[in-house]
């Protein structure tokens, strides 16, 4: 299913995310090396296009895909994916089981969107910024069942300035249950969320695992709300 809330048009401001899986092609299909291969060129040709929104020139490995689903809570059902790229993140979310309208999947990119449709024609696919992402889900229909339990992100934070940081969280944790999730990789060797914007929205972080076998090497942080009942 695909959304385009209010006909809306995505504008540049923050990089599209970071994941690849090409279409599903005849020449691919049962191979999984000439499989990734197929993904880093789809994703290292979304790079070429646009260098200044897409966050890497490398696909999401599935070990680092692994360590950020690891970190969802155990009774984790919905989720939302911010950034879903060409799909390496959202197909580890799908085979973990959660699918259809229990996925949720934002995208900036035209293409990027329109693949990602190609590839999961059944989960809830929407075209728009992630700083919109409150109006954005009601408008699918995603919190007419409650909030989520989780939101995984893909999004290049650390290119991003502070206030668009601070947006970005603030419409996430708007739609996350008390003690929801928002889980987060960088490339970076500190967090890509600074302790000032943590304190602003009353957040806090705990660093999770360091994944080495992706190009390059990433580390995955949660942030939580400091008082989930607040």
């Known amino acids: 299913r695909v959304e385009n809330a209010g006909g809306l048009r995505p504008q540049p401001g923050y990089p599209p995310g970071l994941a690849a899986d090409p279409p599903r092609l005849s020449r691919t299909q049962g191979n999984p090396m000439r ?3 197929s993904e880093k060129l789809r994703f290292i040709g979304q790079w ?6 897409t966050a890497a020139v490398a696909p999401s490995s599935p070990e680092l895909a692994a360590a950020m689903l690891a970190e969802m809570p155990a009774d984790t059902r919905r989720v939302i994916e911010l950034g879903g790229g060409t799909g390496a993140l959202t197909r580890a979310i799908v085979s973990h089981g959660i699918t259809g309208d ?3 999947v934002l995208e900036l990119n035209e293409e990027l969107h329109a693949h990602l449709h190609r590839r999961f024609p059944d989960e809830l696919l929407v075209l728009g910024d992630a700083a919109e992402l409150p109006r954005l889900a009601a408008e699918a229909g995603f919190l007419d069942a ?17 206030e668009l940081v601070t947006r970005i969280l603030r419409a996430a944790f708007g739609c996350l249950r008390p003690d ?14 600074s302790d000032a914007v943590l304190d602003v ?3 806090r972080m705990r660093r999770g695992e360091f994944v080495l076998r992706n190009v390059p090497p990433a580390t995955v942080y949660v942030y939580e709300r400091a008082t989930p009942g607040a």
């Open 35 to 37: 499989h990734r291969h």
């Open 48 to 53: 070429l296009k646009n260098p200044r929104q």
């Open 102 to 104: 229990a996925l949720l």
């Open 146 to 162: 409650g909030p989520a339990d989780a939101v995984i992100s893909g999004l290049g934070l650390l290119a991003m300035d502070r």
């Open 180 to 193: 929801g999730r928002f889980i987060q990789f960088t490339y970076g060797p500190v967090s890509a969320v």
């Open 201 to 203: 929205l009353g957040l």
